[in-house]
Structures are given as C-alpha cells and as structure tokens.
C-alpha cells in the first residue's frame, strides 16, 4: 500500500478558489463584527482596529489549517521547508517584516492613536489609520504623508494629545515708552478671555519681558485646544488682531522701530549749498 498522496490540478484550484473569497469575507466579517459588536461599547477607534485585525489574522489561520485539511498535507510535511522559507524571507524581506512588527508595536503599545495630532519633522497633522506597513498622517494643509512604522516608532515623534489635547502659545507685542502698563496688561488679559479658543483654565499668564529699544516688551501666554480645528498660527493671528483693536481703541501706541539721525556739517557753508540745492 503507497503512503503517497495525490493532488489533482482541481484541488488546487479550488483551494485557491476558496483562499481568494475567504480572505475577502475575513475581512468583511471582521469589519462587521467591530462595526455592529462593538459600536455601543465605550472603546476607542484604535482599540477597534486592533480587535479587527486579530480577528482577520484568526479567520486566516482556520482557512490557511481547513485549505490544507481539504488537500490533506499534514502540517510536519512543513517543518523543514517553513524554516528554510523563514531563513530567506527574513532576509530577503526584512524592512517589510519591521514594519509589520513595528505595527503591531504601534498598536499595542499606543504612544500614537487613530485621531491623535503629531508632530514630525516640523509638520503637524492627524493620525488617520495605523497599518501592517505604514501608519498615515494627514497633514494641516491637506496633504496625506505615508510614514512607515519603523521611522515612526524610531524617530523623535511629539504627540500633542497623548495625555490631553491642551499647548500653550503665546504671542509677543511692544508698545510705546510713556504707556500705562497697567492698562496694557489689563488689556492683553481681556483679549485672552474674550477669546473663544482660549482655556480660562489655566488662564492667561502676562509677562513684561523687556525693555525693548523702542518698545516696551510683553508676552502672552495662553493655553488651547489643538483639536480647536484652527493651525497655530492663525489663532495667534486672531489674538493679534484682537489686541490691535484693543489698543487702538484705548490709544495704546504698538511701538515701531526709531532712530534719531544726527547731522554734524563741518563746513559752515555746506548746509547753505544743501539748501540752495533744494531750492532749484
């Protein structure tokens, strides 16, 4: 009696067949199972992700054990040639498989969630989605920027709403020699709580920095939401504007630079040809 199996060429395609429309339906019924199980529980979106993800890989699997069960290939027959297939793979693929581990480091650990603001290589933007190669960051001007996994994870990253969703700015102004200091601060401390974006806790913090060399120098210091829906920048804008208003309408003089230029003629009869000169 032979020990030897064989597979017919209609065997292996329809377990191709079925490997194809399983892996589809895995991941509709992984989606469905997140989207109807777990959309009145209180989880987050990134703990949704990663539920879904295990169960696709889980679903893989019992097709991957059924597909070989139906051709009857018992799973020693793979001890050696897995090994071997995982020696060359690994080298031959090694950024793909730190970029998958890298993933999944990124979602169990969590230094970064789905919907979290960061901050990378100087641009700012919104984590979209965290996948098995790459995690996706829309940036503030639109713009969608693919990062793998492994440059995340490794470079120097701020996560600007890991605890909570609060950074303090401030903006810088100068006003005029001879101001009453007490009504500027009182109206940078205005400004601030007339502000919708600004947070009365903690409040405003006025600083009189310097003094300047035609300017008496403050700083205002207040804290935002970075989830406001508004860059940096232009909420700085906005304050500026507001602190323009305020000032002018209690004649509060935002200095400017000055320069006393003084003119020493040593020829007596110089400034009177200047004048002759100005005349013509």
């Known amino acids: 009696m032979s020990d ?47 539920i879904q993800r295990i169960l696709f890989y889980a679903m893989i699997v019992l097709v991957l054990l059924t597909v070989l069960t139906y051709l009857g290939i018992p799973l020693a027959t793979f001890a050696f040639i897995s090994g071997a297939v995982a020696i060359g793979f690994g080298f031959g693929a090694k950024t793909i498989i730190e970029n998958f581990l890298s993933g999944w480091i990124l979602m169990s650990e969590r230094p970064i969630r789905i919907g979290d603001i960061v901050e990378m290589d100087g641009l700012i933007g919104r984590i979209i989605s965290i996948g098995n190669r790459s995690t996706l960051i829309k940036r503030n001007d639109g713009a ?23 950074i303090r700015t401030s903006v810088r102004v100068g006003v005029a020699y001879g101001s009453d200091i007490g009504l500027v601060k009182n109206l940078l401390e205005q400004v601030i709580q007339a502000y919708e974006l600004a947070q ?55 200095a400017f630079p000055q320069r006393d230029v003084h003119v020493n003629f040593t020829d007596p009869g110089q400034l009177a040809r200047l004048q002759d000169h100005d005349n013509e």
């Open 4 to 50: 030897s199996h064989v597979i017919t060429w209609l065997q292996i395609l329809y377990a191709l067949g079925f490997l194809i429309v399983a892996w589809f339906l895995s991941r509709l019924l992984a989606f469905l199972v997140v989207k109807k199980l777990l959309s009145s529980a209180r989880i987050s979106q990134d703990s949704r992700a990663i």
């Open 144 to 166: 969608d920027i693919v990062v793998p996994n492994s440059q995340v994870l490794e470079s120097r990253l701020v996560n600007w709403t890991l605890h909570d969703p609060f």
């Open 200 to 254: 009365k806790e903690p409040g405003a913090v006025i600083v009189f920095e310097d003094f300047g060399d035609s300017a008496l120098i403050f700083d205002v210091f207040f804290w935002v939401s970075i989830q406001a829906g508004r860059e940096m920048r232009l909420i700085r804008s906005d304050v500026r504007f507001l602190i323009e208003e305020a000032f002018r309408a209690q004649g509060i003089v935002i």
